[in-house]
């Protein structure tokens, strides 16, 4: 009876280690799997860090594009801008040189019938004068 106990005795400590080994093996494999998915999370992690760096370097090449575009585009309406702007100067400074001028020409316009009215108004008198001393001749 005792090696009966003892055979027991020995599947029930045989049984007790297994169930620890398998206790073991059950953290490590909860351990391994863990890590495994950590490591699919860091993976796919990277791949969207690449993928954003991958799009930001397309988007700086877009905007740098679209600069460029931009200039050509300015440099293309800029001529006839810079043209536009040369010709408003030119008409600004004609036309200030010529509001003096017209005050001018005012002035000289009314000073010349002053005189063209002096004139006739003489012209007349000298014809009265030449008419009367032809009555007394």
């Not at 599947?11 to 398998?22: A, H």
């Not at 998915?37 to 860090?49: A, G, L, S």
């Amino acid at each position: 009876m005792e090696e009966g106990q003892q055979r027991h005795i020995r599947q029930i400590k045989n049984s007790r280690l297994m169930e620890e080994d398998g206790e073991e093996e059950s953290p490590r494999s909860a351990l391994s799997s863990f890590q495994a998915r950590e490591e699919e999370i860091e993976r796919k992690k990277m791949e969207v860090k690449e993928k954003v760096f991958a799009q930001l370097c397309r988007v700086e090449e877009e905007t740098k594009h679209l600069a460029m575009i931009r200039g050509e585009l300015e440099a293309m309406v800029d001529p006839t801008r810079n043209e536009a702007a040369a010709l408003r100067k030119k008409i600004d400074a004609v036309n200030r040189a010529l509001k003096p001028l017209g005050q001018s020409c005012l002035r000289k316009e009314k000073e010349y019938k002053e005189a063209l009215e002096a004139f006739n108004e003489k012209k007349k008198e000298k014809s009265q004068l030449v008419a009367k001393l032809m009555e007394w001749c």
